[in-house]
């Protein structure tokens, strides 16, 4: 009885204003729709599982999380080797994919 029910460890803190859920699908819809080009390596992606939106000033940089600081990165579809978004998201941290980032821009704190 005088046990801690294992449910109330929090898993994750999250009071951060990011969007997430359907906001953030329509942002995805509104930005590929505008330019559904790939913005490093041009190749047209596929809506909705071929790119990921990405910060172009990283949110733990500073950056705006609006439209207009979003842009389009393909990513890789099966196979192994990462696509645009993976690459820039590990620049962005300054080492090579040991961080995973979540569709919102923010690494997964798992
Ligand atoms: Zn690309």
New binding site residues.
Partial sequence: MDEYPHALRTRRTDNSPRLRGRKLQARRLRVWTASPC??????L?SYPSGFELDHKVPLFKGGEDTDENCQV??VNLGGRSP???EHKTASDLGYQLKVEIGLDGWPVED
Wanted: aromatic share 0%.
């Fill in positions: 790939c913005a490093v390596c041009g190749k992606t990165l393909c696509g645009c978004h």
